[in-house]
Structures are given as structure tokens and as C-alpha cells.
T-cell receptor, first 114, second 113 residues
């Protein structure tokens, strides 16, 4: 099954700094890609998704991600971190022709310092 | 709009006991899923159902069973709980379009002692 790798289980940034969370997927066939956020003691909430079309995808809360087929990557960025961005972030892939369930990465915990 | 409702929110369960985690959705999604979340392992798929009346095994199905009698409900049963099933369990649902996102419940924190 297609899988995703999130580089860095913990990322720390200063408030106002660029946020970059890395995600690579394992396939030469473009899949469907998602980023979810999980705040403490809550379920997962969709940030953004890539299906087809424009490779730069904008999501909620100022986040965006760029699908790069040549690099098999779907990194998540935000120009300026807020304290409220501190959370767990998950990259997920829905493999083509493999049903509808998502395969998740192991997650990256984002810490934002004042 | 409730979305997905899971019950109970948390539970402490003695090893060997039977337990059913409940999940109900009001979005009329055809597909439903159960994941478990463990520190450092992300979310792993336990079982799924693409439509009422059908179910399938995910990555970690052993020790769990599911049923899908109707569109709205997707209960997860632990027939005889073991400590390794201590985890946070999330139910999710989605439309069956390939680009459709999954919607998640708030989770059930289960501790098996």
C-alpha cells in the first residue's frame, strides 16, 4: 500500500517564523493527498487536500501545500506561525484504486515558542 | 450539525472483558472507518466499510470486529480486551468519491487494565 513519511516527529518554530512540515509519499503514480491537524484531546480536522489540477493548494488558517510529483512530496507551509498553530499535523494519502480509507503518516508535533 | 458521534468518550476496561465502541454519523456518508492512534505510530486503520452491509479489514484488525447494519452506525467490538488495545480510537466517515476527505469523531480513550 502507498505510504507517507513525515520527516521530523517534532518541529519547533518561533512565533512569526515560517512553518515547514515535510511529507513524502511512496509512489510514482500521483495519489490523493491530505493534511490534517489535531489539537489536544480532539479529533482530526482537514487543513487541505490535493486531488487534481493546481499543484499549490491553499487551506484553512493560512496553510498551504505544494504537490511536487518529481519529488513525491506534499510539504505543508505557513508564512508566519501563530501560537494557536501548536498541534499535531498528519499527512495522509488515499491510494488510487484501493478503496476509500486514508493511510496516515506518523505525525509531526508543532511547537510554537514566543 | 453533529457530524460523527462516538461513545463513550473514555473507558477503563478490565482485561478479558467485552466492549463495544459506538459510532454514529448524520452526514449520510457511505464509507466509514475505525482507526487507532498510538504515540509515535500515527493513525492505523482497523476496519472499514465502503457501504452498508459490507466491511473490510485494515492494517491492524486482530482482536476487533465491526458490523454495518445501516448507513449511520458502525460499532467496533473488542471481544476480549487485552492491554495492548489501550489506545485512542477514532471513527471517521467519507463520501465514496476518490477525492473526498474523511470526517472524524472526537475519539474514545480506552484503557485496558
Amino acid at each position: 500500500a502507498q505510504s507517507v513519511t513525515q520527516l521530523g516527529s517534532h518541529v519547533s518554530v518561533s512565533e512569526g517564523a515560517l512553518v515547514l512540515l515535510r511529507c513524502n509519499y511512496s509512489s510514482s503514480v500521483p495519489p490523493y493527498l491530505f493534511w490534517y491537524v489535531q489539537y489536544p484531546n480532539q479529533g482530526l480536522q482537514l487543513l487541505l487536500k490535493y486531488t487534481t489540477g493546481a499543484t499549490l493548494v491553499k487551506g484553512i488558517n493560512g496553510f498551504e501545500a505544494e504537490f511536487k510529483k518529481s519529488e513525491t512530496s506534499f510539504h505543508l507551509t505557513k508564512p508566519s506561525a501563530h501560537m494557536s498553530d501548536a498541534a499535531e499535523y498528519f499527512c495522509a494519502v488515499r491510494p488510487l484504486n484501493s478503496g476509500y480509507a486514508l493511510n496516515f503518516g506518523k505525525g509531526t508535533s508543532l511547537l510554537v515558542t514566543p | 450539525i453533529a457530524g460523527i458521534t462516538q461513545a463513550p468518550t473514555s473507558q477503563i476496561l478490565a482485561a478479558g472483558r467485552r466492549m463495544t465502541l459506538r459510532c454514529t454519523q448524520d452526514m449520510r456518508h457511505n464509507a466509514m472507518y475505525w482507526y487507532r492512534q498510538d504515540l509515535g505510530l500515527g493513525l492505523r486503520l482497523i476496519h472499514y466499510s465502503n457501504t452498508a452491509g459490507t466491511t473490510g479489514k485494515g492494517e491492524v484488525p486482530d482482536g476487533y470486529s465491526v458490523s454495518r447494519a445501516n448507513t449511520d452506525d458502525f460499532p467496533l467490538t473488542l471481544a476480549s480486551a487485552v492491554p495492548s488495545q489501550t489506545s485512542v480510537y477514532f471513527c471517521a466517515s467519507s463520501r465514496t468519491g476518490t477525492g473526498a476527505e474523511a470526517f472524524f469523531g472526537q475519539g474514545t480513550r480506552l484503557t485496558v487494565v
